[in-house]
């Protein structure tokens, strides 16, 4: 397919970020990426097959349509802890895909993400059907930041394989991740292969510091220009934006208390730790015939709890 050149001055450029409010809604906000990719648009589901065959590299059998089957509008319901932010959809060959902006909390996020695959996998099999008409699954999972060791790129797949010689045990499950935080958006364009192009873009499109490189992107990735384009329609709408705003404090105070329990758990298991510690020690002075007075002078416990030993 032929490319579609699009050039823009300096200034136009410029104007993207100061005219608008591209600024405070970055792609890898999962409201924002909703909007541009999971919108029940012809538009969004444009730029959803655009990033799908990027990322799942379909150049050779791209993907030509699909259908989005969870739209949703969200409307204020940005904050709903029941609002799932990802993307379902089916292409027009019967694949069934679940598409994420993961933005915080990793914790069991590996685990958490094989339930998703599993899930899909038994919803693409009706009851009366036999197993071998079970639909392809594919989890594409991008995130924020970084989740496997740095010897992994940042674009890696995953699948059920035997683990002695590699044989693969079935196609119909398949995992992509794509962690944003593992490229380089100085690194020269030309070096560049379009999962990370896509990957400087997602990260980087609302970053002014990056403006140049962003517009390069967009100009040689036909693909991408499809979510620019949309893009730049939503950041001019102050509501978007606050919405946006509304939905990252809403993830920062979400992964803020469970940072909180986390913390309080750990401090009142060290305590209780140190606390069976002295239990222990003072345990072993009382069987030494070592006076109780004494014990309870070197450990803090009352003579009374060191008599129940």
């Known amino acids: 397919m032929e490319k579609t050149k699009h050039s823009a001055s300096s200034e136009e450029i410029t104007k993207l970020y100061t005219d608008t409010y591209r600024t405070r809604m970055p792609l890898y906000n999962d409201y924002v990426f909703h909007r541009i990719y999971g919108s029940d648009t012809d538009e969004s589901r444009a730029a959803l097959i ?53 933005v915080s909390h990793l914790f069991d996020y590996r685990c958490r993400t094989l339930f998703y695959g599993g899930r899909l996998v038994n919803s693409s099999l009706q009851s009366d059907q036999s197993y071998d008409k079970m639909k392809k699954s594919i989890v594409v999972s991008i995130i924020q930041n970084k989740l496997f060791p740095k010897e992994i790129g940042c674009h890696s797949i995953f699948d059920v394989r035997e683990q002695k010689t590699g044989h693969r045990l079935c196609d119909r499950l398949e995992f992509h991740f794509l962690e944003l935080g593992k490229v380089d958006p100085n ?123």
């Open 187 to 309: 690194k020269p364009l030309a070096e560049m292969n379009p999962i990370e192009r896509l990957a400087v873009y997602l990260r980087y499109a609302d970053d002014e510091n990056y403006k140049n490189s962003v517009q390069e992107i967009c100009e040689s990735e036909e693909e991408i220009i499809m979510a620019e384009n949309i893009y730049r329609k939503a950041t001019t709408e102050e509501k978007a934006a606050a919405l946006a705003e509304r939905r990252m404090m809403f993830l920062h105070d979400q992964a803020s208390m469970r940072e909180g329990g986390r913390r309080e758990g750990l401090a009142e298991g060290l305590a209780e730790g140190a606390a069976r510690e002295k239990r222990a020690i003072a345990k072993k002075f009382k069987t030494s015939g070592i006076p109780i007075d004494v014990i309870a002078k070197n450990t803090g416990l009352t003579e009374e709890e060191i008599e129940a030993l």
């Open 50 to 102: 655009g990033l799908l065959n990027i990322i799942l590299e379909r150049k050779d059998d791209p993907i030509r349509n699909l259908e989005i089957k969870n739209p949703i509008d969200l409307g204020d319901r940005i904050t709903d802890k029941d609002i799932t932010m990802d993307i379902r959809a089916e292409t027009d060959s019967g694949e069934i895909l679940s598409i994420e902006m993961q």
